[in-house]
C-alpha cells in the first residue's frame, strides 16, 4: 500500500517525510513559527531532500555532487548541510564499539519494524 501511495520512490523515506509534516501541523509542534513566509516557503521541500538524503540509495549522487562542488569551489549551503546529515547518518561504525553496538541494535530493530510494517 505505501509503494503504491509514494509511487515506489524512497517509501520509507517519503513516508516519515509526510509523518513529519503530520506532526508539524499541529500548533505545539510548530518549530518553524518565527520563520518568514520566505524561508517558510523553502521549508518542505529542504525537509525533504533532508530525509531523502539519508536514503543509502542516493549516496552514490550525492558524493559526485559533493566531489564536484569541491572542485569547482562552489559548496553551497544546501550541499553541506545535506553532506553534513550524511555523514551523521553513516558514521555510526567509527564510534566506540559500545556505542555503535547500542546503535546498531536500535537500527536493527527499527528495520525489522519496518520490514513487518511494510509487509502489512
Known sequence: ELAVTYNGV??????????????????????????????MIKMPSRLIDFILDTDAKNHFVLMVHFKHGLEMKQLSRGLLSSMILHISDVSNPTRPGAISQKWAYAVEEEFFCQGIKKRN
Open 10 to 39: 524512497s517509501i520509507l523515506k517519503t513516508y516519515s517525510a509526510v509523518y513529519l509534516f503530520q506532526i508539524l501541523r499541529k500548533e505545539e509542534n510548530n518549530i518553524f513559527a518565527r520563520l518568514s513566509s520566505e524561508q
